[in-house]
């Protein structure tokens, strides 16, 4: 099966990324033909320093290539070196409702949160439909909050091909329901551009540092912790098994320890989790020509694909 995602390149990866996507993807690889790149015309949108998105881009390369991505297995590649999506792009929005964007919660999120809208931010969905539709693509693994973009993706399809045939592929998504959302410091969704993340490659004390600043309850120390909605515990279950949350919520109980313990906890499972990814990630740093040649391979060979399917495209819509 043909599964496809993407990652936006507007900051260092964190947890949320981590536990919310790569995970799953990563699996994914072993049994699937996975599609993967680095969503830097998306980060566009909220980009404000071009040195740091040709950074961020970079970085988020490196980063996938050590937390597990094998450019044997998976096409790797970066969004804007296949233009073709963008000439999609605009077909597509041809057969995108205003009312259909009008209703994206990403979108209204952002607004609300004061982000000022621009039309790239708004018609950001269109451009992610084009991703999965020009690669026919069949799964789509995500986080919650992407679920909505991929029934965008869906209606558009459905449109264009009521209207032209079965040209488009009809992705399903994937979500791993008992990951969910993952909180960030203060217990909303963890996200850069929330600037409550804890982010994978950290420098131990940074990282520690980072911990500590995990919002927990103000119980005195010597009394019984609640583990109960207690964000710190939520964080720390993620690398956890069963057993483990047991023994966890057993220290909780205890009251025996405050939280600068569990702080010290967390940033240990933490630190052990990714001792591999950051030896990888030492290698590319030191070779970035091996870096891009994966990801130019990956764009040459999508490429192909990509110019096949738009020349299908273009002449069904009546365009040379
Ligand atoms: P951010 O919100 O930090 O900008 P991205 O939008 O780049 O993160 O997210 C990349 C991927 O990681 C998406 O599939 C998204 O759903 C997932 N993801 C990000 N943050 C979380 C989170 N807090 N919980 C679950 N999944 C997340
Ligand atoms: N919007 C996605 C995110 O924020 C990134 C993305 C862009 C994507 N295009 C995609 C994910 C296509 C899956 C498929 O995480």
Known sequence: MRVLTGIQASGKLHLGNYFGAMKQMIELQESNELFTFIANYHSLTSSKDPALLKQYTQEAAIDYLSLGIDPKKTTFWVQSDVPEVLELYWILSKYTPMGLLER???????????????HALFSYPVLMAADILLYD????????????????????????NNEHGEIFT??????????????????????????????IFMEEKALQNRVNKIVTSSTPLGEPLKFEGCNLYAITSLFLNNENKKELQARYKSGKEGYGHLK????????????VARAKREHYLAHPQEVEAILQEGAAKVRIIAKEKLKVIKDAVGLR
Do not use: C
Not at 104 to 118: L, M, T
């Open 264 to 275: 010290k906890y967390l940033k240990e499972l933490i630190w052990d989790e990714f001792e």
């Open 170 to 199: 009809l992705p399903e998504y994937k979500v791993d329901d008992a990951i969910a959302t993952i909180p960030g410091l203060d217990g909303e969704k963890m996200s850069k551009s929330y600037g409550n993340t804890i982010d």
């Open 104 to 118: 994206a919660h990403s979108y209204k999120d952002k607004v609300a949160k004061g982000i000022s809208p621009n």
């Open 137 to 160: 693509s069949e799964l789509v693994p995500v986080g919650k909050d992407q679920i909505q973009h991929i029934e965008i993706t869906r209606d558009i399809a459905i449109k264009f």
